[in-house]
């Protein structure tokens, strides 16, 4: 059976093309690649393959956006400190499943097989290596590494205030197809379609920015969390948002997160963490550990495999760090 790929390294470092394309700022680019990779294989899995295909970035629409300005003070004054960038990530959709079973995630899937994406909106300050309120796109890039970004877990606030609409058939019939890490055809039109989806909500934001505009001049960034394929990449650059900043007009009603909800506070408890490269400076004791553990998850696509890769590696640095601390 013809794949689009020899192996899964080939499927890997074809990801990886398509992640520096976007994070140069060529996501137009990186879509007509990714689509004319899946061409060659659209027949293997037709449905999903369709849908990648077929999927617009003008059908895509971003709620929410309204609510940006008065969500920003609210932010703002939450973290007593200016929000210099924004940040919008896919958010795997396992944290979300109606049941887990087998392993599973069960997704409630619309009549259509079409399942809308859980966005997760970031709100982040100037962090110690990066500056978003004055670095150019080259100077953010300088802030991502192996095992993810200085600003990973360390933004002021957090909410899914932004949503989106016009991804859930394509969005769907990924989840729905086969292991993406599997080293098959289906795997590989599986993996391509997966990355078409991430580079259309890049576009997506960029063509919001272009015709809505920001509340101010910032940073945005379009990422993930832990939902395949892990995609993240600044969409503008604080210079580059400059000629769409325009005031927004002011709502006055309820904003969800931006009142102090109960879902507001619980997902910035659980994702309030500070980043990895900053505990590894605070902590270097735990870089020989970071190293073999980059080593162990080189190949882990899936959050339930993360700890069965790591292994004893997980015990010793646990047994560790229990025994530094006594």
């Not at 629409?61 to 309204?66: A, K, M």
Request: overall charge negative; aromatic content about 8%; proline content about 6%.
């Amino acid at each position: 059976m013809q794949r689009a790929f020899a192996d899964e390294a080939e499927q890997r470092t074809f990801c990886d093309e398509l992640l520096q394309m976007l994070r140069r700022g060529e996501p137009e680019a990186a879509l007509e690649h990714a689509r004319s990779r899946l061409r060659s294989v659209e027949g293997i899995s037709p449905l999903v393959a369709e849908r990648a295909l077929m999927t617009r970035v003008e059908d895509i629409t971003l709620t929410g956006w309204d609510k940006l300005a008065p969500r920003i003070q609210s932010a703002e004054e939450y973290g007593n400190e200016p929000v210099t960038a924004l940040g919008i990530d896919f958010s795997w959709p396992g944290h979300f499943a109606s049941a887990i079973r087998d392993g599973k995630a069960v997704l409630d899937y619309d009549t259509q097989g079409g399942f809308a994406p859980v966005l997760e909106t970031n709100y982040y300050g100037d962090m110690r290596k990066v500056k978003f309120s004055t670095a150019t796109r080259d100077e953010i890039l300088g802030g991502y590494s192996s095992f993810g970004s200085e600003w990973q877990g360390g933004f002021i606030d957090i909410d899914n205030l932004i949503g989106v609409k016009g991804m859930a058939p394509l969005y769907g019939a990924i989840q729905a197809c086969g292991p993406r890490n599997a080293d098959t055809a289906e795997g590989d039109a599986c993996v391509l379609a997966a990355s078409i989806s991430a580079i259309l909500l890049h576009l997506a934001v960029k063509r919001t920015i272009e015709t809505r505009g920001l509340p101010k001049p910032m940073a945005v960034l379009v990422g993930s969390n832990e939902d395949f394929p892990f995609f993240d990449a600044p969409v503008m650059s604080v210079d580059e948002t400059h000629a769409h900043a325009r005031p927004f007009e002011h709502h006055s009603g309820p904003i969800g997160a931006a009142q102090g909800s109960a879902e507001s506070s619980q997902r910035r408890a659980k994702r309030d963490r500070p980043s990895v490269n900053v505990l590894l400076k605070e902590h270097p004791e735990f870089t020989d550990f970071a190293k073999l553990a980059e080593q162990s998850l080189r190949h882990v696509r899936k959050p339930k495999d993360v700890l069965p890769a790591l292994g004893n590696l997980a015990a010793s640095a646990l047994a560790d760090f229990v025994c530094k601390r006594r």
